[in-house]
T-cell receptor, first 109, second 117 residues
Framework: GQNIDQPTEMTATEGAIVQINCTYQ??????LFWYQQHAGEAPTFLSY??LDGLEEKGRFSSFLSRSKGYSYLLLKELQMKDSASYLC??????????WGAGTKLIIKP | GAVVSQHPSRVICKSGTSVKIECRSL??????MFWYRQFPKQSLMLMAT?????????EQGVEKDKFLINHASLTLSTLTVTSAHPEDSSFYIC?????????????FGPGTRLTVT
């Protein structure tokens, strides 16, 4: 079966760095997405990785290792507005996105 | 960037009635649209995938006669919840993808919060 695993909840301090991990087992691989979702709102796109390595975009970076079925989202200089759920999604061989359950990130002052 | 709209954003209806939710891609042609349901504190659950001009493909466990999906044009898909019941209360989100298999990103609509009383 297809499976995406990510931690349910994480807590970090404002100004610090946090890494949210995602492991996956899917039928085929056509890229991995990270989305941010604030409570009561729709998800918004953060990053897309299809090749191994690190993609940096401002305070957010995303890493992918296809051989390990592993990705992480790195958030630097955390701000209170970063409190949200972070969804890991993998596009399978049929170009369908398979979603993890999301990681709720709580930022404390 | 690409924009997807949904209407209405919130709807309250009585049990037994039907509700239609519209999903529109505003500045691109969406060959594929997806309908998700999300219960509080849970992940997105894919309900169905629809391609323009063809019947929607429903996920296992989703009643196709209860959740009617129409993707009549490249910019519009509708989800009709028929004979709604309180357990259908949820956050319904559509997303759209342009192009064929080479277009990767899904653009999400803002969601519709349905409350059935």
């Amino acid at each position: 079966g297809q499976n995406i695993d990510q931690p349910t909840e994480m807590t970090a301090t404002e100004g610090a760095i946090v890494q949210i991990n995602c492991t996956y087992q899917t039928s085929g691989f056509n890229g991995l997405f990270w989305y941010q979702q604030h409570a009561g709102e729709a998800p918004t796109f953060l990053s897309y990785n299809v090749l191994d390595g690190l993609e940096e975009k401002g305070r957010f970076s995303s890493f992918l290792s296809r051989s390990k079925g592993y990705s992480y989202l790195l958030l630097k200089e955390l701000q209170m507005k970063d409190s949200a759920s972070y969804l890991c999604g993998v596009m399978d061989s049929n170009y369908q996105l398979i979603w993890g359950a999301g990681t709720k990130l709580i930022i404390k002052p | 960037g690409a924009v997807v709209s949904q209407h209405p954003s919130r709807v309250i209806c009585k049990s037994g009635t039907s509700v239609k939710i519209e999903c529109r891609s505003l500045d691109f042609q969406a060959t594929t649209m997806f309908w998700y349901r999300q219960f509080p504190k849970q992940s997105l659950m894919l309900m169905a995938t629809s391609n323009e001009g063809s019947k929607a493909t429903y996920e296992q466990g989703v009643e196709k006669d209860k959740f009617l999906i129409n993707h009549a044009s490249l910019t519009l898909s509708t989800l009709t919840v028929t004979s709604a019941h309180p357990e259908d209360s949820s956050f319904y989100i559509c997303s759209a993808r342009e192009g064929g298999g080479g277009a990767y990103e899904q653009y999400f609509g803002p969601g519709t919060r349905l409350t059935v009383t």
